[in-house]
């Protein structure tokens, strides 16, 4: 079941704001037609999608959602989560991509969403101010890349379905042409033609994205690097290492 979000009355403020609990396995469709959006994830993490692309938004992150785009959000471990909804007369302002962006949040983006939910006993005029300091702090924030991109075509796509579910099939190109019904050279083209990125690159980010996720839900980086199809602990580490900056146990503690 797909559940909606009821956003109080704008009242031509800035932004409109929910905050509140989703459990694990909610799905939720966010709505905002000619509104963009923000929406941040807390002591969980939730999988967004946009047509075929995918983002692993895990604690502390966010994402940047445009006009006109209409996002899936399924909540892979129970967060709190929090969004936005961005008055169109001022959203042009920030200056961000025409296409869905993670932001990372920060310790004022999450306290301004709660100080402006509807129970919150607070005056029209204190709840413009708190939205002018969330538009400014949006246009502030980081934009690390935990984009996936997937693909219209069936045989990639089809690919990219069963790695997501098997990621440690993720070594062997010509056993993937043969589930895709085409040959090695003809899927590694559709992987640059379809993604933007080729196959090895493709693959890092999915392991890197699903490695964030198993990190986020406890899972030791040995469990890890066998779920992900590494040959060692020590070659999960150092791939962890080269798309973050950081190690899994460094990853950790800076949350």
């Not at 989703?22 to 994830?41: I, S, T, W």
């Not at 946009?50 to 899936?72: H, K």
């Not at 296409?99 to 301004?112: D, K, S, Y």
Request: hydrophobic share 40%; aromatic share 8%.
């Amino acid at each position: 079941m797909t559940d909606h979000i009821d956003f109080p009355p704008n009242g031509g403020l800035p932004v409109a704001t929910w905050s509140g609990a989703l459990e694990k396995g909610a799905k939720l469709a966010a709505q905002g037609g000619d509104r963009a959006q923000v929406m941040f994830c807390y002591e969980g993490l939730m999988r967004v999608e946009v047509g075929e692309d995918r983002w692993f938004i895990p604690d502390r992150f966010g994402i940047w959602i445009p006009s006109g785009t209409a996002p899936q959000v399924e909540v892979a471990h129970g967060i709190e989560f929090q969004t936005f909804l961005l008055h169109p007369r001022f959203s042009a302002r920030l200056a961000l991509p025409d296409q869905p962006t993670v932001l990372r949040a920060t310790p004022l983006m999450r306290g301004i969403a709660r100080r402006l939910r509807p129970s919150e006993s607070i005056s029209t005029a204190e709840r413009r101010r708190l939205g002018w300091v969330a538009l400014d702090e949006i246009a502030r924030l980081d934009r690390p890349d935990l984009h996936l991109p997937g693909s219209g075509d069936p045989r990639l796509a089809n690919v990219m379905s069963h790695l997501l579910a098997h990621p440690r099939d993720a070594n062997s190109l010509p056993q993937l042409a043969v589930r895709a019904g085409s040959s090695e050279r003809t899927l590694s083209r559709l992987f640059q033609n379809e993604t933007g990125m080729n196959w090895r690159s493709w693959r890092d980010r999915m392991r890197f994205v699903l490695a964030l996720e198993g990190l986020q839900m406890g899972r030791k980086s040995t469990d890890l690097a066998a779920f992900l199809g590494y040959s060692s602990t020590s070659a999960f580490v150092a791939a962890f290492r080269r798309q973050s900056g950081m190690t899994p146990t460094e990853w950790r503690h800076q949350r």
